[in-house]
């Protein structure tokens, strides 16, 4: 604890969770001398909720639905109701929690033995707290069967700049960053990002602010009511048995709950709204996804938000365009986050395809006062070689960025030795290869390719999970073990062209035209160069030289030849897929004999 006398150590567990339950109470008792603006919002919402449709009665059949939803593991709330009694209940028990739901549609408002939610408190590899929370389990029921009306809103009122929707994931909002670096690079354009860090995000948003946006934008207007006084309720911090008194909440919303994502859009959709807003083209900037050779058109500035990781990408004709464009654009973004209560992380990170590039933005945002004031030690954390972008390398297109999977190999190595030991005792344990050793060795992979020697590293992975004894056949073995589509190299080239399909499919249509020609640029590079991964920048090189490394020849975007000299094309996957594991199979045998 830093105390004027200088740090004191603090071991009592009780004494410890009421430091923690201060340092809390200071995010989510933030806004206290609103209470009545709250209140009063919180009134509002439930009368224009009482005042609307009826939901349809929860039957059996969508009760049923809800709690296939729910994990069987799932933490118990103060309800003290676990999601695997829930599935048990018999058609008697489901009619009355189905009484229960429409008397709290009614009032819209919940019972009061649901309200306090647990926030268990785990801690962080780096240190620091990582809170969980535990809502009612009667609740989360009622949220995940009424989930269908705040799903549909999100498909129809989600920003465009978003990429947290059904269908993208956080790994396809990173690889289409990606992309554009590397299509911008390829045809000479200078490039540059800012990759925000809002600190304790969720603890920091304004309810009065929240229930303005979801009016605003006509969240379901009964499920809005319901969560907000769920996420309202009283609170009390739990760590290894030991629990705090019940803190009062005025700000923030609670992670974990099936609304807050959506809550999460309603409370940045108006800041990111007037972000593009700004980048008009009237300034000289353009929004949205089309990627011009710049010319006349001017510099572009992308904003793309997954709940609370945001990022603003610049593309223009040289550095001091980029450094101009982005950094105009970030701080103007930062102040208005800070203005509307976030709070702005100094890790945040900035990346750019010339050394100019990050460190003038980092001085614009530190005269703009979105940052502090930083040491060289922090400088060196906010402008990285390589840049972590939703868990994938991040490094403007200057390189190949190797080191966040080469960490990943390395971890799975470690996990494959505990997955050996275990072979050894029951062979139901060699599935542990397929299902956690090689999903956490390729992760992320598709944004800058696995090697022919790192492929090899994943099989020898394989071979070791089975516990392979001296001298046997390490294709043999991967045969008798594992599915044919799990060999290493037919899931990792699989994974490639599954996500190169979406990106052409939904990501490119505004620069599909500069993509076909970057494309042709690369591979009439890459087919002639002695180590073709030297150049590999971005997904689009990637799948090209892992294309060469099998013999098939990827002449188009979307068209490939096999080595037998079968024509392929994007919009057949299943025949993609049949291609690969046929061929590396071929390749593996004839390898091993």
């Known amino acids: 604890v830093k105390e004027p006398g200088g740090p004191t150590l603090v071991t009592g567990p009780q004494e410890v969770m009421t430091i923690r339950e201060g340092e809390w109470e200071g995010f989510w008792h933030r806004d206290s001398v609103r209470w009545l603006e709250i209140e009063c919002a919180i009134e509002r919402i439930r009368f224009l909720a009482k005042e609307s449709p009826p939901l349809k009665r929860v039957d059996p059949e969508s009760f049923d639905f809800g709690v296939s939803l729910m994990k069987p593991e799932t933490g118990k709330g103060v309800d003290s109701w676990a999601a695997w009694e829930l599935k048990q209940l018999e058609e008697e028990d489901k009619a009355e929690l189905g009484d229960i739901y429409a008397d709290m549609e009614k009032h819209m408002v919940p019972p009061i033995q649901l309200l306090l939610n647990i926030i268990a408190i785990l801690g962080k590899a780096n240190g620091g707290d ?53 299509v911008a690079r390829v045809h000479g354009h200078s490039v540059g990002t800012v990759l925000w860090d809002l600190e304790k995000f969720y603890d920091t948003i304004s309810i009065v602010m929240l229930v303005a946006a979801g009016l605003e934008r006509r969240y379901p207007i009964r499920q809005f009511a319901m969560g907000l006084i769920m996420h309202l309720a009283p609170r009390t911090l739990r760590a290894k048995g030991i629990v705090s008194k019940r803190v009062q909440v005025s700000t923030s919303i609670v992670a974990g709950c099936t609304q807050s994502n959506h809550f999460a859009r309603l409370a940045l959709y108006s800041i990111l709204e007037e972000a593009h807003a700004a980048v008009s083209p009237e300034r000289g900037l353009q929004q949205g996804p089309r990627l011009p050779l710049m010319g006349s058109q001017g510099p572009e500035v992308h904003l793309t938000q997954f709940v609370d990781d945001l990022g603003q990408q610049a593309l223009g004709e040289g550095p001091t365009t980029v450094i101009r464009v982005l950094g105009e654009a970030a701080s103007k973004l930062g102040r208005s986050l800070k203005a509307n209560g976030f709070r702005v992380s100094p890790k945040l990170t900035i990346t750019g395809s010339h050394p100019r590039i990050p460190r003038e933005v980092l001085d614009q945002l530190i005269r703009a006062g979105v940052l502090p004031e930083l040491t060289e030690e922090q400088r060196a954390q ?101 599915a044919p589509h799990m060999h290493p190299r037919v899931r990792y080239l699989w994974s490639l062209f599954k996500e190169w399909a979406h990106l052409w499919s939904n990501e490119v249509g505004g620069y599909r035209s500069d993509l076909i020609r970057a494309w042709r640029l690369r591979y009439h590079k890459l087919i002639v160069a002695p180590r073709r991964w030297a150049l590999v920048r971005g997904p689009m090189t990637a799948l090209l030289a892992s294309c060469m490394d099998v013999a098939w020849n990827p002449y188009t975007p979307i068209n490939f030849k096999r080595k037998s000299g079968a024509e392929l094309c994007l919009s057949n996957m299943w025949q993609i897929r049949s291609a690969i594991t046929e061929d590396i199979w071929d390749d593996a045998w004839e390898a091993a004999t």
């Open 382 to 482: 906010v402008l990285p070689s390589q840049a972590r972008d939703l868990g994938v390398a991040s490094t403007g297109a200057r390189k190949r960025g190797t080191a966040l999977q080469r960490g990943r190999i390395a971890s799975a190595k470690k996990r494959a030795g505990k997955v050996k030991v275990l072979a050894k005792i029951t062979k139901r344990a060699r599935k542990l290869f397929t299902t956690g050793v090689l999903p956490e060795a390729m992760w992320g992979a598709e944004g800058f390719g696995l090697t022919p020697g790192q492929l090899d590293s994943l099989e020898r992975l394989g071979a070791k999970c089975v516990a392979m004894p001296a001298g046997a056949c390490r294709t043999t073995i991967l045969a008798l073990n594992f």
């Open 130 to 182: 990582r809170p969980i929370a535990l809502m009612a389990m009667i609740y989360r029921l009622w949220a995940r069967i009424r989930r269908v009306d705040t799903d549909a809103w999100c498909d129809q009122r989600a920003g465009h700049w978003d990429r947290a929707v059904k269908g993208s994931s956080a790994l396809r909002g990173a690889l289409s960053r990606l992309l554009r670096d590397e």
